[in-house]
């Protein structure tokens, strides 16, 4: 039987930071929203709250300058990256993955590891900066694989150095283990386990080849949808939410 102690730990577990729920739930950002806390402009229950740590279970009725503040359900995106967009929320000079997104709040939107301009297919976008933090953290070594046109024909050679780790113009350390298979002379499809700045292009490189095409294809054990023409995204499953994470 759960003993009383116990019963208050699960239930201060559920409770939640006001400031993290107007971030949340919100176009402003945590600092913007200790700003409102403390100027007095959110009330939960009729009652002016100035404590951002003011925590809440999300029954209450929160109002931003008398507007109600509703729960937004976590959103987890699947996106076909076109070239030309970067992988950015905001962008002066050219146009982002977020502009692609026919959803409401999109600046609490993260994307989970970016791809180049000229880069292309996978990307994942979310606003569970947990979620993405477990993805993209060094430490998950959540592998990415990539299909990889080549200038020139690739030799069996750099297929051992990729798998023995490369030293990139610039670091002082190889690179982590990668696999590279082969598809023909000039593609292949390369599977790493960082996200090193323009790691697949330097890799190649290192090689004294260049790439000329780079798409991604897999994050994790999640597969671009193929379903999903250029430009198009989709929610993911449950499943494919739970089950990207690597064995």
Same mark, same amino acid.
């Given at each position: 039987?759960?003993?009383?102690?116990?019963?208050?730990?699960?239930?201060?577990?559920?409770?939640? @930071?006001?400031?993290?729920?107007?971030?949340?739930?919100?176009?402003?950002? @945590?600092?913007?929203?200790?700003?409102?806390?403390?100027?007095?402009?959110?009330?939960?229950?009729?009652?002016?709250?100035?404590?951002?740590? =003011?925590?809440?279970?999300?029954?209450?009725?929160?109002?931003?300058?008398? *507007? *109600?503040?509703?729960? *937004?359900?976590?959103?987890?995106?699947?996106?076909?990256?076109?070239?030309?967009?970067?992988?950015?929320?905001?962008?002066?000079?050219?146009?982002?993955?977020?502009?692609?997104?026919?959803?409401?709040?999109?600046?609490?939107? *993260?994307?989970? $590891?970016?791809?180049?301009?000229?880069?292309?297919?996978?990307?994942?976008?979310?606003?569970?900066?947990?979620?993405?933090?477990?993805?993209?953290?060094?430490?998950?070594?959540?592998?990415?694989?990539?299909?990889?046109?080549?200038?020139?024909?690739?030799?069996?050679?750099?297929?051992?150095?990729?798998?023995?780790?490369?030293?990139?113009?610039?670091?002082?350390?190889?690179?982590?283990?990668?696999?590279?298979?082969?598809?023909?002379?000039?593609?292949?499809?390369?599977?790493?386990?960082?996200?090193?700045?323009?790691?697949?292009?330097?890799?190649?490189?290192?090689? $004294?080849?260049?790439?000329?095409?780079? =798409?991604?294809?897999?994050?994790?054990?999640?597969?671009?949808?193929?379903?999903?023409?250029?430009?198009?995204?989709?929610?993911?499953?449950?499943?494919?939410?739970?089950?990207?994470?690597?064995?």
């Amino acid at each position: 039987m759960m003993g009383i102690a116990a019963l208050h730990a699960i239930l201060r577990e559920l409770l939640m @930071r006001l400031d993290k729920f107007l971030s949340n739930n919100t176009p402003y950002s @945590r600092s913007q929203a200790h700003r409102l806390i403390h100027a007095g402009e959110v009330t939960v229950n009729g009652e002016i709250i100035k404590k951002t740590d =003011h925590k809440i279970n999300g029954t209450e009725q929160v109002l931003l300058n008398k *507007q *109600q503040i509703l729960t *937004q359900s976590v959103r987890y995106l699947m996106l076909n990256k076109p070239v030309g967009y970067v992988s950015a929320n905001h962008d002066s000079e050219n146009p982002t993955v977020i502009d692609l997104l026919d959803e409401i709040n999109k600046s609490s939107l *993260q994307i989970v $590891g970016r791809l180049d301009k000229d880069t292309t297919r996978l990307v994942l976008i979310t606003d569970d900066g947990e979620w993405n933090h477990k993805i993209t953290a060094p430490a998950s070594k959540c592998k990415k694989t990539y299909f990889v046109t080549l200038a020139d024909p690739i030799s069996q050679e750099t297929v051992a150095l990729f798998n023995q780790g490369v030293l990139l113009d610039g670091e002082k350390k190889l690179t982590a283990p990668a696999e590279l298979e082969l598809v023909n002379s000039y593609q292949a499809r390369l599977t790493i386990s960082e996200g090193k700045y323009h790691q697949v292009k330097r890799m190649f490189a290192a090689a $004294g080849n260049k790439v000329i095409a780079l =798409h991604r294809e897999k994050i994790g054990n999640l597969l671009l949808d193929s379903t999903l023409a250029s430009g198009q995204y989709r929610s993911l499953t449950h499943q494919e939410v739970q089950g990207i994470f690597n064995d």
